[in-house]
């Protein structure tokens, strides 16, 4: 091969080259137009004053991501606060859907409050629970979600114990870490998570930080706000209206 | 320069196999996913995003059940999704033939979000299943996609069971609630709209409770010097007076 030769080849291969790594741009452009999780991040608003505490959103977020039946394994859950007159009269509990039971009356004390709190994963900013896994299983999404990789997770429990809010469990069946997605798979094809789907009475309201108008936004402006255990800046993607400060 | 010894050369091999096998595994056994932070976050987040949804949403209902739709508009049910009630319909929507939806019909269902619990907000409707029509299924009197009572409510526990029970066990058992509230007829029908009445000054509650006043049974106070500048349900909540000591 002689010099002019190999500068024509050169001159043909060169853009040839390019075409299929362009035409992968291409794709990857039609694709964030679909979805880009750029220019989303996601949160909740729970209005405490709303609970009713039926366990609905308990019962759809089992069925709608394999979450086991047993009582004990949730990615969402209800408590019931109970304040009793007098200091330190705290009581609460965690519910079981269609099975409510009142909170004992009487005592030394007389019942001053009770309410419900839903409580879930908070999504966290900076989320204690992706510091600590070992392997990089569990990590935030670009739109503000933290995930955890069953395929990557070795099952070693350190998330679960790291996490502040107990949002987390081991997976009986695949033996890793398994917590609240946002319902991921269900938030970025426009639907709402199935809590918040279900929940007879508006207590939670998906939203975008990054949008103007969605009811995130108008959460955020018509209610005092509170998250759960601001001194640990966690940065929850959680938050709560109304919320008593005895609630952890 | 001096000749290497044998066994250092084969140890050599040796290494030379093992260093070229393991990065030649690491370059095409180990998958992209396990070397590399991105694609690995992505091929994660590309499993997650491709999982069925179950619930179809409150939109995917409409397309077909759009009657139900319009029926529902003005109830009290209106913010409810189609699904609370109907359990997860995404493959009713994917095939409506083949599977349908939870029709609850049975009066097991309606007191999961109904039965009084004093944990509720007040003025979310509760009832007493065991003393409230008996054994009758809620459906027989109210149409749950319009779930207006049969009858306007007669007792303010209907909704407001917390005050009632509590009001019940204090010293104002046996005033009704409309000693106090004037409450409007359009209150029972759209509550927050239309609010009943609150007592506004202490002279309403000095009508039983001043010194002279003709209700007998009734603690008295000095209106004049008694709590000074505060109204009287800054220290005493009406509904529990006193309290339970």
Redesign the interface.
Known sequence: MNRRKFLKAAALAVPAAAVPGLAQKALAAAAVTAYD?TKHLYGMGIEI????????CME?CK??NNVPKEPFFFRTWVE???LK?GHGGLAVEGIK??E?K??AAGGEH??LK???VPKLCNQCQRPPCVQVCPV?AT?S?EDGVV?V?S??CIGCRYCIQACPYGARYLHPVTSTADKC?F????V??G??P?CV??????ARVFGDFKSKADPLVRFRRMHMLHILKPHLNTEPKVLYADLDGEVR | MKKLPEQVKRLAAVFVIFLSSVLLIRAYAVPAALKDTDIHRRTAVERETARRPVYAGYTACRDCHDDVFTSRKKGYHRNLSCETCHGPGQKHADDPEATKPIVPRERSFCPVCHTYDPSRPTGFPQVNPSTHNPLKPCITCHNPHNPEPPEAPHECSACHGEIAGMKGLSSHALLDCTVCHTTPEGHKLTPRAVMPSKPEDREFCGRCHRKGAEEKDAPKVDLATHGEKYLCWQCHYPHLPEGMK
């Open positions: 999780p004053n709303k609970c009713i505490g039926c366990g609905r759809a069925a709608e019931r606060y109970t007159n859907p269609g409510l009142p909170p007389h019942t009770s309410f419900f990089g990590f999404t995930l990789d395929e990557r997605t319902c991921y798979h269900r970025v094809k639907l709402l199935a789907e279900v929940c007879p009475a508006q």
